[in-house]
């Protein structure tokens, strides 16, 4: 597929791919510093379902919290308007391209487990960086390679070319897609994320999860995913779609320069977390 | 000193072998990277420590 055609491919991605409507609504109101608690409760409350997966995330043990939350209203108290914002987007994304039980030439519950084992070794980065919250880390690794799962649904022929070439060759997935698409998952997950109106950071982290650098200033953000998923993919931890894993950017790994001991540390730390998060998803 | 392998100890080797075997070629395009190959040691050696801790696979 010629890069010529990107503008047009993409633009149908737009049209196809859209974000339920109460994950929108939520999306909409909390980007209004003005609305209340009220507002994000009754706009969750319209989809009864996702209420109670709402409630089963917030009391999993990846949060630990001692006495259980029952209701919306008392999860937006705990947990904030942000992180219940997030668990809405985990939630309704998970569920808009769930594994379904078919054999399929992507491995989407490997792409899963892979994206929340980013998700946790996120959380874990961001601590040791010292950045203020760190569940909005959750988010920034579950859903960073977005466009993958986006280009396995919508141009699902164009991407098992992709899956096919990485088999055949034996290379990262990232240059199977610009051999083959020419463009890759970052960018196309980035202007999905766009098209929903999801919060800069989070679009910017999805867009240079590769490229830390360019994220400008949300480098630092950019850079703690860009390592979680090369930790995950050492320790294997899902599946990320290749049997390959990509060099650490030096301005990201400067920020952690960890040694050997640590980086054990870390690994054990990340499969300790993964385990207590099995609930958090139904992968 | 037993200088004898007993067959759960050959096990627990053939698998960490398969696990250095697979990290290898996970990392066979970035081995000139000085970061990189400090990732691969200690993904070894966690991988190592891992299968040692848990014992023969009795699959």
Redesign the interface.
């Known amino acids: 597929m010629a890069r010529t055609n990107l503008k047009k491919q993409l633009s149908k991605i737009s049209d196809l791919a859209t974000l339920p409507v109460v994950a929108n609504n939520v999306i909409q109101i909390t980007n209004n510093p003005k609305s209340s608690a009220l507002e994000v409760a009754k706009a969750i409350s319209q989809d009864a379902a996702l209420t109670s997966r709402i409630l089963k995330m917030a009391n999993s043990a990846m949060y630990g919290f001692p006495q259980k939350i029952t209701t919306i209203n008392h999860a937006i108290v705990i947990l904030g308007f942000a992180n219940i914002r997030n668990l809405v987007l985990a939630a309704s994304i998970y569920d808009m391209f769930a594994p379904n039980g078919q054999p399929q030439l992507f491995d989407r519950v490997g792409f899963w487990e892979h994206s929340l084992a980013c998700g946790i070794t996120s959380k874990l980065l961001a601590k040791r960086l010292g950045i203020k919250n760190i569940e909005e880390a959750f988010i920034w690794g579950l859903l960073h390679d977005l466009g993958k799962i986006v280009l396995d649904t919508y141009f699902h022929t164009d991407f098992a070319g992709v899956i096919k070439l990485v088999e055949e060759k034996n290379i990262l997935i990232r240059d199977a897609e610009m051999e083959v698409l020419g463009y890759d998952h970052a960018e196309v997950g980035g202007i999905v994320a766009g098209n929903w109106n999801l919060p800069q950071t989070l679009i910017k982290v999805i867009r240079f999860h590769h490229a830390p650098p360019q994220a400008n200033e949300s480098m630092r953000l950019a850079a703690i995913v860009h390592m979680a998923d090369?930790?995950c993919?050492?320790?294997?931890l899902g599946n990320g779609g290749d049997?390959?894993?990509?060099?650490?950017h030096?301005e990201a790994?400067e920020l952690l320069d960890l040694?050997?001991e640590s980086?054990?540390a870390l690994?054990?730390e990340m499969e300790q977390e993964v385990i207590k998060s099995q609930a958090f998803l139904p992968i | 000193m037993n200088d004898k392998t007993s067959p759960a100890s050959e096990s627990t080797a053939e698998s960490a072998d398969t696990i250095i075997a697979g990290l290898e070629q996970i990392f066979s395009d970035v081995k000139d990277d000085a970061v990189m190959t400090l990732l691969l040691a200690a993904a070894k050696e966690y991988h190592l420590q891992k299968a040692e801790s848990h014992g023969p696979d009795e699959s």
Not at chain 1, 233 to 236: M, P
Not at chain 1, 243 to 248: A, E, G, L, T
């Open positions: 090369i930790f993919r050492a320790i294997d049997r390959k894993i990509p060099c650490m030096p790994w040694d050997k980086i054990k690994f054990t």
